[in-house]
């Protein structure tokens, strides 16, 4: 007959796990920082945008960081 104490001790693991990954939040590099959540993946955003070099596209490319991500690429004057 099998052991099936490494078995059952596999499957523990393996609900333990599933437990803490259940209901542990999600890790985000913007949780908490200084101006709200978004403010460093805009900031990032927004020196890929500074390196196009055509105008036209970086405005194509800047509607569609907008869309998913909820950043505000309109310039202030």
Do not use: K, P
């Given at each position: 007959m099998r052991n099936?104490?490494?078995?059952?001790g596999a499957f523990v693991m393996a609900v333990t796990v599933a437990a803490l990954l259940?209901?542990?939040s999600p890790a985000s590099?913007?949780?908490?920082a200084p101006g709200g959540p978004q403010?460093?993946?805009?900031?990032f955003l927004?020196?890929?945008?500074?390196k196009?070099?055509?105008?036209?596209a970086a405005e194509k490319i800047a509607n569609?960081?907008?869309?998913?991500?909820?950043?505000d690429f309109t310039p202030v004057d």
């Open positions: 099936y104490r490494q078995f059952v259940g209901t542990a590099a913007d949780t908490g403010r460093s993946t805009c900031a927004q020196g890929i945008l500074y196009i070099g055509n105008a036209g569609i960081f907008e869309n998913l991500f909820g950043c």
